[in-house]
């Protein structure tokens, strides 16, 4: 048995929720903003508007109140990178390294980023965490809530 057919046997034993395996790539799912169980599903229904749920195979993009501060990280990250490289390319085109005005100029081209950022600090920062604990064992009570409210709005009333 060689490497890829040991981790399809992993990753067909770490299904449990019944999902088909994905068709798609992990960095290919990534960059589209989809769900990383089933990586079908958007993760994004608007500019800033998240489907929780996941429209396809319904996992919570939630899992706790407060979830996505660690996506503040990412976003500061992210946010940090791209400046400084927007800095420097103003910098080098007006041949002025330290001015109000480059500084100006790279933060006017950096703030129509910031949608973008927002959401891709949100979609890896969810698949850092559904890197780290894939299954739903460590749910919280806040999590646990969501699918029994899930569960009985798909159930329907009895």
């Known amino acids: 048995m060689n490497f890829g057919e040991c981790a399809q046997r992993v990753r067909e034993m770490v299904n449990l929720h019944g ?3 994905p068709k798609r790539g992990i ?4 960059i ?6 089933c990586r079908e599903g958007k993760i994004f229904r ?18 706790e109140e407060g ?17 400084l490289v927007l800095h420097a390319l103003w910098s080098i085109l007006r041949d002025d390294w330290f001015s109000y005005a480059t500084m100006f100029r790279a933060m006017a081209t950096f703030l129509p980023l910031v949608p ?12 850092l965490d559904r890197d780290a604990c894939p299954t739903d064992f460590s749910a919280g009570p806040y999590e646990k809530m969501r699918l029994r409210q899930l569960q009985q709005n798909t159930e329907g009333p009895n």
């Not at 960095?27 to 990534?30: G, K, M, S, V």
């Not at 660690?70 to 946010?79: I, R």
């Not at 973008?116 to 698949?127: A, D, G, P």
């Open 46 to 63: 608007g500019l800033v508007t998240m489907n929780d749920p996941c429209p396809v195979c319904g996992l919570l993009f939630q899992r």
């Open 67 to 83: 979830y996505f501060l660690g996506a503040m990280y990412v976003s500061y990250f992210f946010s940090s990178g791209i400046y």
């Open 32 to 37: 589209r903003q989809r769900c990383p169980r």
């Open 116 to 127: 973008l950022i927002f959401r891709y600090s949100r979609v890896v920062w969810i698949y």
């Open 27 to 30: 960095w290919a799912a990534l």
């Open 19 to 21: 999902t088909p395996t």
